[in-house]
C-alpha cells in the first residue's frame, strides 16, 4: 500500500476560501478513488493561508484489472453469408485488438469480453491531479501572467510525491517537485522525503498545517496568555475559524489599550476587537478588561512593534466609537422611531417605520391571546427597530438590537423594555440562546413572522441557494422561541394577520408559508425524532399548537403495536377519497357493527397517552369487524353506512395521527 502527498502552495489566501477548499478537495479525491475504483484507507486535507495539502493513505498500487463486455455491429453486417468477417466486423476486432475467436453473436449483435489492464497508481494520478485541483470553485478568482486559468491566488510552488518517488504533475504554470516551503520567517525549499513525514516536517520549520490542531493551539495559547493577568478570552466559532484561516504558526501577543474605552457599551469593544480587528478580548471576575490578545503570525519574541501597531488600529476605532456614542445619545432612543420613515424595508412592503407599527399590531395581539399586558411589549414594540438609524449602527450593524438596549437604558426605559429590544432578536443563530423576557418573545415572534410574510408575499420565498432576508432563520427562530417558552401561540392566525397588514396582498402566500413553516419545524425536529414520525403528526396542522404537536410525536414514537396500525391502515386503504355521512343504526347488519359504533364514540378527546390505550383498545372489535363484514355490500344504504362507519373510525385516528405514513 502506498501513500500520496498533493501540497500546492499560493500568495496568502482569502481565509474564506479555505475552509471550501478543503471539503471540494476531500470530495473531489474521493469521487477520482471511487470512479477508478482505487482502494484506499483515508484522505486527509490540511490548509494553511498559503498551501492546500492532500494526504491519501492506504493506496493500492495499481487500478484492478477490469473485465468488459463491448457490442459491435449487427452479426449481418460484421460478417458475410460464408461466416467471415466483412469490412466492418474486421474494423470492429482491429480496433478493440480482437481476434474473429474472440468474437460472438448476442441478440443479433456482435460481442466481445475484452479486459481493461489496470494502470499504476502514479500514472493515474500523474493523469488526474491536475484537474481535480483545478475544480475548486469560490470568489474571486484571478489570472496571473499571460495563464488563461484562474485560481483564487497564484501558485508558487507543488509538491508531488507517492511513496520516496515524485508524480509529476503541472498546474497552470508550476510544475511540482519534492521542496516545500516554511514560514515567511523560517527555512525555504525544504525537501519532503516522504509524505508521512510532512506534518513532521512542517512543524519543524514553523507551519502547523492541521487546521485542527491549529485551531486547538489558539484557543490553548489564548487561555494560557488570559490566565497570566487571571482573566479568560472571549471567543466565538467566527473569531477562531477567522483566526485559524490567516496564520500558520499562531503566536499569543497581550496588548492594552485605555480603559477610558470601557465607558461604551460593552457589545461595542469586543465586536470592535472580535470582529474587526480579530482579537480576543479578556473578562476578569465578569467584567471586559483593557486587555486584549491578538494572534500573530509570527517566529521570535520582539513583539514591541507588533503592539504598538494593534493598539494604534484598536484605539482609531475605539475613538469613532465614542465619538458615535456621545453623538447618538445626545437625544434619547425614542426621538429616533421617525427617522425610521427614511429606511426602506424591503421593495413594495414599506419602511421601517411601517414595520414598526405592524409590529406594534401584532404584538399587542399576541400579548391580548396569551392574556399578558401589552403595555410594556408595544413599548418594546415601538422601540425595537430604532437604533437602526444611530451612528452606532451604521457602523456597527451586528450590534442592532444590543445598541438599542443599551441606548434605551440611557434613556430610562424600563429594565424589561431595555432586555426585550436586545432579546426580540434572539435566536441570533440555530444554537444560540432564544429570549427570556415575555417583551422580548412576543416582539421576536411578530418580527419574524412580518419579515416571513413580507417575503413570501412579494413572492420572494426561499430557493435552495437563496435565502431572502434570512427567513429560513427567522422560521426557526419563531419555532425554538415557541417550544422554549412553551407558548400557546397559534402561528397560523398571525401569520393570516400579517399578510393582512402588508402593503401587497397574495392570496397562495398563506399555504406556502405555512407548508414552509412545517418544513422547517420536522427539518428542526428530525434530529431528535424519526422523520416518518413527524410527518404523520403533521397531520393536524401543528402550527395551530406547536406543544400539542410535540405532546402527539412523543406519545408515538413510543407506538408498539403492530394491530393498530395495520387495522388504521385497512381503513385509510378502504376509504381513500371517499367521505363518510350520517350513520344510521336501522342499517346495521351484523352484530359488530353496533359493537364498534358503541366502542368509537367512547373514543373521546383526553390526553394523549389514554387516547392512544383506548385506540388500542379497539383492535380487537376493529380485526372482528373485517373478519366478520364485507364493506362493499351489495346493498347501498348498508354499504353507505359501513363507509360511514369507518370514516368515523379514521377520524379517531386521525386525531393523533396519519397511520399510512409510519
Known amino acids: 500500500m502506498s501513500t500520496y502527498l498533493l501540497e500546492v502552495g499560493t500568495e496568502e489566501l482569502p481565509y474564506k476560501f479555505i475552509p471550501q477548499a478543503i471539503e471540494q478537495l476531500k470530495s473531489g479525491f474521493k469521487s477520482f478513488l471511487e470512479d477508478n475504483k482505487v482502494n484506499y484507507s483515508d484522505i486527509k486535507v490540511y490548509a494553511t493561508p498559503r498551501r492546500l495539502a492532500v494526504l491519501i493513505y492506504g493506496l493500492e498500487n495499481q487500478t484492478a484489472d477490469e473485465e468488459k463486455i463491448i457490442k459491435g455491429p449487427i452479426a449481418s453486417i460484421a460478417f458475410d453469408s460464408d461466416g467471415n468477417l466483412t469490412k466492418a466486423g474486421e474494423g470492429f476486432a482491429r480496433k478493440n485488438n480482437l481476434t474473429k475467436e474472440n468474437l460472438y453473436i448476442e441478440d443479433n449483435y456482435v460481442h466481445a469480453k475484452i479486459v481493461i489492464k489496470g494502470i499504476s497508481i502514479k500514472e493515474l494520478l500523474s493523469k488526474n491531479v491536475p484537474s481535480i485541483f483545478m475544480k475548486l470553485q469560490g470568489a474571486h478568482f484571478m489570472r496571473w501572467g499571460a495563464n488563461d486559468e484562474k485560481f483564487s491566488r497564484p501558485i508558487k510552488w507543488i509538491v508531488s510525491i507517492l511513496d520516496n518517488e515524485e508524480v509529476k504533475i503541472k498546474i497552470i504554470d508550476k510544475e511540482s517537485g519534492t521542496k516545500t516551503r516554511g514560514h515567511r520567517f523560517s527555512a525555504q525549499d525544504v525537501e519532503i522525503s516522504k509524505p508521512e513525514d510532512y506534518l513532521d516536517t512542517l512543524r519543524k520549520i514553523h507551519v502547523i498545517a492541521d487546521p485542527q490542531e491549529r485551531k486547538e493551539l489558539i484557543i490553548e495559547l489564548a487561555k494560557d496568555e488570559a490566565a497570566k493577568i487571571g482573566a479568560e478570552p472571549y471567543y466565538t466559532e467566527d473569531l477562531l475559524e477567522e483566526v485559524t484561516f490567516i496564520t500558520e504558526y499562531p503566536v499569543p501577543v497581550l496588548c492594552e489599550f485605555s480603559e477610558e474605552y470601557l465607558n461604551i457599551p460593552e457589545e461595542v469593544t469586543v465586536t470592535v476587537m472580535a470582529v474587526h480587528q480579530r482579537y480576543f478580548a479578556l473578562h476578569k471576575d465578569g467584567k471586559l478588561t483593557n486587555k486584549f490578545i491578538t494572534m500573530a503570525n509570527y517566529i521570535g519574541n520582539e513583539f514591541e512593534n507588533i503592539k504598538a501597531g494593534n493598539v494604534r488600529v484598536i484605539k482609531a476605532r475605539l475613538d469613532d466609537a465614542v465619538f458615535f456614542f456621545k453623538e447618538d445619545t445626545k437625544k434619547p432612543l425614542s426621538e429616533y422611531v421617525e427617522s425610521l420613515k427614511g429606511v426602506t424595508f424591503q421593495k413594495g412592503m414599506g419602511t421601517m417605520f411601517d414595520k414598526t407599527q405592524r409590529l406594534i399590531k401584532l404584538s399587542k395581539d399576541i400579548a391580548l391571546d396569551l392574556n399578558t399586558s401589552a403595555t410594556d411589549i408595544e413599548r418594546t414594540a415601538l422601540l425595537c427597530k430604532a437604533d437602526l438609524t444611530t451612528n452606532l449602527v451604521f457602523e456597527f450593524t451586528e450590534l442592532q438590537g444590543f445598541i438599542g438596549a443599551d441606548y434605551a437604558k440611557v434613556s430610562g426605559e424600563k429594565t424589561n423594555v431595555v432586555n426585550g429590544i436586545k432579546e426580540h432578536y434572539f435566536p441570533l443563530n440555530a444554537e444560540s440562546e432564544t429570549a427570556k423576557g415575555i417583551e422580548g418573545q412576543i416582539v421576536g415572534i411578530a418580527d419574524k413572522i412580518d ?145 364498534l359504533y358503541n366502542e368509537i364514540i367512547k373514543v373521546g378527546e383526553s390526553d394523549y397517552r389514554t387516547y392512544l390505550d383506548k385506540l388500542e383498545q379497539l383492535n380487537p372489535t376493529v380485526t372482528k369487524f373485517f373478519e366478520d363484514v364485507l364493506v362493499m355490500d351489495k346493498d347501498e344504504n348498508i354499504k353507505q353506512n359501513r363507509i360511514s362507519l369507518l370514516a368515523k373510525l379514521k377520524e379517531k385516528y386521525d386525531y393523533l395521527a396519519d397511520f399510512s405514513k409510519l
Open 451 to 595: 419579515t416571513i410574510c413580507a417575503v413570501f408575499a412579494a413572492g420572494k420565498k426561499p430557493t435552495g441557494s437563496s435565502d431572502p432576508l434570512g427567513v429560513r432563520r427567522a422560521a426557526l427562530g419563531v419555532i425554538r422561541t415557541i417550544l422554549s417558552a412553551d407558548l400557546k401561540i397559534d402561528i397560523r392566525k398571525y401569520i393570516t394577520k400579517s399578510l393582512e397588514l402588508l402593503p401587497v396582498q397574495r392570496p397562495e402566500a398563506q399555504q406556502e408559508i405555512e407548508e414552509f413553516f412545517i418544513q422547517r419545524l420536522i427539518i428542526f425536529l428530525s434530529d431528535k425524532y424519526d422523520k416518518n414520525i413527524l410527518e404523520a403528526c403533521s397531520i393536524k396542522n401543528p402550527l395551530t399548537n406547536l406543544t400539542d404537536y410535540i405532546a402527539r410525536v412523543n406519545i408515538v414514537k413510543d407506538l408498539n403495536s403492530e394491530q393498530l396500525c395495520e387495522n388504521a391502515n385497512r381503513v385509510i386503504r378502504i376509504l381513500k377519497d371517499i367521505k363518510g355521512g350520517e350513520i344510521n343504526e336501522k342499517y346495521f347488519v351484523e352484530p359488530i357493527e353496533k359493537t
